[in-house]
């Protein structure tokens, strides 16, 4: 609808037209088709697209379909995901006990970074303040790995790719997230995630 016909609708007294749904089709099988990295971590292809296109319910089922497959064994970060989608839907205990499922069993190279950001992200969702603050306190206090150590500067993690992009993430992993979650405590998941409740200042 073009400024002209809503700024005639209005004079009319007539609603606006409701905007359009968005075009949540996909190719089921071929998205079931792909290999576990390319269907969750392709920007461009898999699941994401989809949740981009603002269908994350069509997002999430797909992400549950694919974990249901023997090929995803394993692949917990693809619950996290369908965990994150239902978040967003607002299906707030259906996310939680995904996001629990999550967790990195002891002893499987993580020293506890992801669980620190599991139990923060859950304890969010429950609005459970103390419970954010005790894993974000947790997540901090965990020591860096020695042979990350000197590329950590001022909770920043500087490295190189091997295609030689030059990175620089917050350190501890998630540490960004975690702390947007408290600046927008009380706010609906989505929001609080987003990249303003992380970076207030837009620096």
């Known amino acids: 609808m073009t400024l ?14 409701p905007p359009k749904a968005p075009d949540c089709s996909y190719d089921r099988d071929a998205m079931l088709a792909m290999e576990p990295d390319a269907f969750d971590q392709d920007l461009e292809g898999g699941w994401r697209p989809l949740a981009d296109r603002g269908c994350q319910r069509e997002a999430a089922d797909l992400l549950a379909a694919y974990a249901a497959q023997p090929k995803a064994a394993g692949r917990t970060i693809i619950t996290w995901h369908e965990g994150q989608m239902r978040a ?62 000197q590329n950590i500067k001022d909770g920043r993690f500087h490295f190189t790719t091997a295609g030689g992009q030059k990175v620089d993430v917050a350190w501890p992993p998630n540490l960004d997230v975690l702390d947007g979650l408290r600046r927008c405590f009380g706010k609906p998941y989505l929001e609080a995630y987003g990249t303003v409740c992380r970076n207030p200042e837009g620096g």
Do not use: C, H, T
Not at 11 to 17: Q, R, S, T, V
Not at 103 to 117: E, I, S, T
Not at 121 to 134: S, Y
């Open 88 to 149: 967003e839907l607002g299906q707030i205990e259906q996310a939680i006990a995904l996001m629990e499922r999550s967790r990195k069993p002891a002893g499987q190279g993580d020293p506890g970074y992801w669980n620190a950001y599991v139990d923060g992200m859950v304890a969010f969702l429950r609005q459970d303040r103390r419970g954010l603050e005790d894993a974000r306190a947790r997540l901090v206090a965990l020591p860096s790995p020695p042979e990350m150590a």
């Open 4 to 17: 002209l016909s809503i700024a005639l609708a209005a004079a009319l007294g007539a609603a606006p037209e």
